[in-house]
């Protein structure tokens, strides 16, 4: 499963900051769950699967999908004439064993709608196989289910737009089987644990295109204007895996040595199939050479899907995208290594890490998904170098810190109260910031030959993370078990103070570092560089206990002491250097991180001459990333540092060559207001960048409005991004009645990413138009953006902006609106 990013930790963000002060955001922990005291045991095995065969067709106006399944299994060791499978809300009409071809009807109790206990016809032994028939349908739209942060439903099946009623939106089929789903479209034992290969035969109106895991090995025509696919999977993997998509979309062939490798998108995006999907197989040859194993699967196929219920999902040889990875030339352009991108890579890896290996319970998820989100670094560092790969693993790093009661939740989780509460920050990017440590500990030779280890022995079965810690031993020949016992199987993280004195009479260098968190104490293995006489000289040391002092006899004072030399701990981090200091670190050190903390440390000393400098010269940084961080951090209020930076911001805005940056440099001139920029800003709206052409077109707001407004109309038929957010800020700014209907038409058909960017701009226009029915189309759309995601945070935050569309409206006497928010801030508050 993809990253949390796109839906839990990005977008919940954006609508608070919109909304709230970030104190106001802070979630209140929790009583403890009685749940949690529960150990949540892998699941016992009493049969194991085998083979699963399933024919299929679906009926669109109902809703359903009509199946037989032919499911093989074995007792896993001990006999037993009894077998229970998850089926979850389904019609069970016939379900048989099979012998010598025919079909001999079996006693079942189907009582709770979510499992079936089966009486076989005799006890079978553990070298005996055994085929159970099971006539069928699904009914995922009747089933009553919850999602999570990472996943926000879990009915298995999703028929979208099966009518073809809504204008725009492709009529599609399409399945999610993370976690315990792929039971609410075929009946199996739907654990991780379980491995069974898979043949699914669609039968589907001719006119669509189908994709599901393994090879295609057959398509027949039928007389009724169906055509029948069958697809084969020959190796064995788990349920959640399995996967089916069918609809209209066109397959761009690429390939991987001598495998397929194919894109399927909507026709309107096909052109765009290379730009968008076109790095897979030079990800695939970095993979596979990287591990020691090469791409195990048939083929390799991705297709992206409307209304996803999360970020994407890897599927066996077969992975399926939200809509948010599909994108045109120009919307390209500003993308680098977004959210689609490192989503593209982290499914690829599943490939390995999940799919060929999979953990053998939720409690060990870690080796699922905290490989995926490392792979995301590593595939960075590769591809654009290792500025962004340290930026996207910091940025992880803090995504973990800043979340509310992650400090107290394991990696390696036996207690839990819901097996989707796994899937969350800890997991994610704390995981992948665990093994970029051990990564650094162990060097790359001996880490990835220890991945290679695991990922042989344990090929098509199950692994946990003891498994991966024997495999590392194996290839490093180290101890690792301080490493998982503090990171994999305890909670927290080191709350790092570093402080430093020199003593000129003993030419003496002291480091005092103290970890104050509750809890364990950690041992940091970590590098300290010390800068002196125009060298670096590395000390690797090691912190065993909650307060260490270090010494060190040099020749004279030293330039700067730079504690985690490679900036690779998981800390939260108090490092009491001087300004100056900081300002060596910046143009002597060569890390992102080195860097950032110099602009942090200048950030809030703009007076000062040495905080000028750093940033100043931050804004030329060789990282792009730093230059964005520059612009945002300067405070052109100051008469020194507008003085200075203006220029290099014109610059910037003309000719660097990142079109975030140059948006951003557009941003603060615009926030000058200085009239003389006009033509720089009118200029920028011929970019093909949609973040330079939204910049420069909100500049221009705040010089003349009323310029802005009659710009903006020129814009409506082609924009996306931060165009369309720009569009939305003028409007909501300066528009009316008339303008609405384009605002709510772009909101209305915004990805989950989108609405949240734009959510509060479209509440203040919302409340200020002079129609009721526009005012109570905003609520609607809020409200539902509110219950959608009021599992990660939104439904207060849509209350509060629904609260302050009714007092608006109590202002103008707009009843019927006023009776809509009430109506609307309850269904969001008693949404479960």
């Known amino acids: 499963m993809t990253d949390l990013k796109p839906i839990s930790t990005l977008l919940l963000s954006c609508m608070i900051t919109a909304v709230f002060t970030s104190s106001q955001a802070q979630q209140t922990p929790q009583p403890e769950d009685p749940a949690l005291k529960i150990y949540r045991e892998v699941p016992k095995k009493v049969n194991d699967l085998v083979h699963t065969k399933l024919n299929v067709r679906f009926d669109y106006k109902k809703r359903y999908m009509y199946g037989k399944e032919w499911v093989t299994l074995k007792p896993h060791f001990y006999p037993t004439d009894t077998l229970r499978l998850d089926a979850k809300g389904m019609d069970l009409k016939t379900i048989a064993v099979v012998k010598n071809g025919k079909n001999i009807p079996l006693k079942f109790t189907y009582q709770d709608s979510l499992t079936v206990a089966i009486k076989l016809d005799k006890v079978y032994h553990n070298n005996e196989n055994y085929t159970i028939y099971i006539d069928y349908t699904a009914k995922p739209n009747e089933l009553k289910v919850k999602g ?169 040889s077969a992975t399926l995208h939200g809509a948010y990875v599909q994108a045109t030339h120009r919307e390209l352009l500003d993308a680098y290594y977004n959210n689609g991108r490192s989503t593209i890579v982290h499914e690829l890896f599943h490939q390995w890490f999940g799919d060929y290996v999979t953990a053998e319970s939720w409690s060990n998820l870690t080796v699922n998904e905290s490989f995926a989100n490392f792979s995301e670094t590593i595939w960075a560092e590769h591809k654009y170098g290792k500025d962004v790969a340290d930026e996207h693993n910091y940025i992880d790093m803090q995504n973990y810190l800043r979340s509310p009661n992650a400090r107290t939740k394991n990696l390696v989780r036996f207690h839990y109260a819901d097996k989707e509460d796994v899937f969350d920050v800890v997991t994610y990017q704390k995981g992948g910031r665990i093994l970029n440590m051990l990564r650094n500990y162990l060097g790359n030779e001996a880490f990835y030959k220890g991945l290679g280890i695991y990922l042989k022995t344990n090929a098509f079965k199950n692994g946990e993370a003891q498994q991966l810690r024997l495999a590392l031993e194996e290839a490093s020949g180290l101890d690792l078990n301080w490493f998982f016992n503090q990171w994999y199987y305890a909670a927290g993280h080191p709350i790092l103070d570093i402080s430093y004195k020199w003593d000129d009479a003993t030419k003496t260098q002291t480091v005092y570092l103290q970890q104050s968190q509750d809890g364990q104490i950690f041992k940091l293995p970590m590098a300290i560089d010390i800068y002196a006489d125009g060298k670096k000289t590395r000390h690797k040391i090691w912190m065993n206990t909650q307060n260490d002092t270090l010494t060190f006899k040099l020749g004279g004072k030293p330039d700067l002491v730079n504690v985690d030399g490679d900036k690779i701990l998981l800390t939260q981090k108090t490092d009491h250097k001087t300004l100056e200091e900081f300002a060596f670190q910046y143009f002597n050190a060569p890390l992102y991180l080195d860097r950032l903390e110099a602009i942090n440390a200048a950030a809030d000393k703009q007076s000062d001459n040495t905080a000028q400098k750093i940033l100043i010269a931050a804004l030329n940084d060789k990282y792009y990333g730093l230059r964005d961080k520059a612009i945002r951090t300067i405070k052109l209020s100051n008469d020194a540092i507008r003085a200075q930076a203006q220029p290099i911001l014109a610059k910037l805005a003309q000719t660097d060559d990142n079109t975030l940056v140059q948006a951003q440099a557009i941003t603060a001139l615009g926030s000058l207001k200085a009239s003389g920029n006009i033509n720089l800003f009118k200029q920028a709206l011929s970019s093909q960048s949609y973040a330079v052409q939204g910049a420069a077109l909100n500049a221009i707001d705040l010089l003349d409005p009323a310029l802005a407004m009659n710009l903006a109309k020129n814009y409506e038929a082609d924009n996306k991004g931060g165009l369309t957010v720009a569009l939305m800020d003028v409007y909501a700014s300066n528009g009316s009645d008339a303008q609405w209907p384009f605002v709510y038409k772009q909101f209305d058909e915004a990805g989950p990413q989108g609405k949240f960017n734009v959510v509060r701009k479209f509440a203040v226009m919302a409340g200020r138009v002079e129609k009721p029915e526009y005012t109570q189309q905003g609520i609607t759309q809020i409200k539902q953006l509110g219950i959608t995601y009021k599992s990660i945070g939104a439904g207060d935050v849509a209350i509060k902006l629904i609260t302050d569309i009714k007092e608006q409206r109590q202002k103008l006497k707009d009843d019927s609106s006023v009776k809509a928010a009430d109506e609307a801030i309850k269904l969001i508050t008693d949404a479960k």
């Open 148 to 316: 999570s942060a990472a996943i926000n439903d879990a009915k298995g099946l999703y028929f979208i737009n099966p009518d073809g009623t809504e204008k725009d939106k492709p009529t599609q089929i399409w399945t999610q089987g993370e976690t315990e789903s792929s039971s609410a479209w075929f009946p199996t034992i739907d654990k991780p644990s379980q491995k069974t290969s898979e043949e699914i035969s669609m039968t589907v109106p001719a006119k669509y295109v189908t994709l599901s895991n393994g090879k295609l090995t057959l398509q027949k025509n039928n007389a009724d204007g169906t055509r029948t696919d069958t697809w084969v999977q020959d190796l064995p993997h788990s349920p959640y895996l399995f996967m089916m998509a069918v609809g209209d979309f066109k397959i761009y062939k690429d390939k991987w040595r001598n495998k397929e490798v194919n894109y399927y998108l909507e026709p309107k995006y096909a052109p765009y199939a290379k730009e968008i999907f076109g790095m897979t197989p030079e990800a695939i040859e970095f993979y596979s050479k990287t591990l020691g194993v090469d791409f195990p699967w048939y083929k390799y196929a991705q297709i992206v899907v409307r209304d996803y219920v999360s970020g994407a999902m890897e599927n066996t």
